[in-house]
C-alpha cells in the first residue's frame, strides 16, 4: 500500500515562495510517477505538476517558469517549489502517485484518475 503525506503549506504573501514536500511510504519512489494537483473551492481539482520515473517533468501552463518539481528517491520525498506565488495559487494540493510505469516511459500523466494513490492535501493560501 502506498502512503503519500503532504507537507509544507501555509499562509505567503503574492510573490513569496513555499516548497511542498510529499514524504512516500510502502513503495520506493523509485518505482512510481508521481504528481501535483490542487483544488480550490467550488471548483475541480487540477493537474499542476508531473514527475517521471526518469526525472522528465511537465506543467500546467499557467505554473510554467514559477514552480518546479522534483524528486529526491533515496529520501523518498518529491518537492513542489512553489516561487511567484499569486493569489489564484490558493488552494489545497494533493501528492499523488501511480505504479506499473516503465522506466523509459515518456508519457506524462496529467489526469487525476490515472493515479491510484493519494495524499491528504495541504492547504496553500496566498494574500494579495
Known amino acids: 500500500q502506498v502512503r503519500l503525506v503532504e507537507s509544507g503549506g501555509g499562509l505567503v504573501q503574492a510573490g513569496g515562495s513555499q516548497r511542498l514536500s510529499c514524504a512516500t511510504s510502502g513503495r520506493s519512489l523509485n518505482m512510481l510517477v508521481v504528481g501535483w494537483f490542487r483544488q480550490a473551492p467550488g471548483l475541480e481539482r487540477e493537474f499542476v505538476a508531473t514527475?517521471?520515473?526518469?526525472?522528465?517533468?511537465t506543467y500546467q501552463d499557467s505554473v510554467k517558469g514559477r514552480f518546479t518539481i522534483s524528486r529526491d528517491n533515496a529520501k523518498n520525498q518529491v518537492y513542489l517549489q512553489m516561487n511567484g506565488l499569486k493569489p489564484e495559487d490558493t488552494a489545497v494540493y494533493f501528492c499523488?502517485?501511480?505504479?506499473?510505469?516503465?522506466?523509459?516511459?515518456?508519457?506524462?500523466?496529467?489526469?487525476?484518475?490515472?493515479?491510484?494513490?493519494w495524499g491528504q492535501g495541504t492547504q496553500v493560501t496566498v494574500s494579495a
Open positions: 499523488a502517485a501511480r505504479t506499473g510505469t516503465i522506466l523509459s516511459s515518456t508519457y506524462y500523466y496529467k489526469g487525476s484518475d490515472e493515479y491510484q494513490h
Open positions: 514527475i517521471n520515473r526518469n526525472g522528465g517533468s
